[in-house]
């Protein structure tokens, strides 16, 4: 038995092509275009009754530098993130990534360790969702306007 020999048309190809191209546009289409750090983060370790308002005071709390580390177990701290929203170019989305940083390793009473993080964002004094380890864009295009 001889192999089979596959042969295309330059038509066939073209439209397998035509597909390719089509499949990167609507990948690219979700992969984020523009980066930008937030300008500002401010920082409270612990508690803070009202912190999730938007006219909340937080002139006193420090600001919090990228990168630096912060946390432990059962630990409870607040971030406010002022920020305006840009233009968004027509088509495009705004959402807001959250990377807290790497996992925090604790060893559980139970042995093992636990490499987790939970934070509950608000928008506008509104709970509007978690972020976490598996979780950290936070889609933003149908909040703002």
């Known amino acids: 038995m001889s192999p089979k020999l596959w042969s295309r048309t330059q038509t066939e190809h073209q439209i397998r092509l035509g597909n390719v191209e089509k499949k990167i546009a609507t990948i690219q289409s979700h992969i ?4 930008s750090n937030f300008p500002e ?14 006219d909340f005071d937080d002139n006193n709390w420090k600001i919090f530098p990228i990168g630096q580390s912060w946390g432990g177990r059962d630990k409870i701290a607040w971030f406010r993130i002022p920020f305006q929203v840009p233009e968004i170019p027509k088509g495009q989305k705004l959402s807001a990534i959250i990377q807290p940083g790497k996992k925090f390793n604790f060893i559980s009473t139970e042995g093992g360790d636990l490499r987790e993080y939970e934070l509950f964002v608000f928008l506008d004094g509104e709970p509007l969702q978690s972020v976490d380890v598996r979780r950290n864009e936070i889609p933003l295009w149908d909040r703002v306007k």
Do not use: M
């Not at 984020?32 to 980066?35: D, G, S």
């Not at 983060?41 to 938007?54: H, L, M, S, T, V």
């Open 32 to 35: 984020h275009t523009k980066i």
């Open 41 to 54: 983060i401010r920082f409270w370790d612990g508690e803070a009754q009202g912190a999730k308002e938007p």
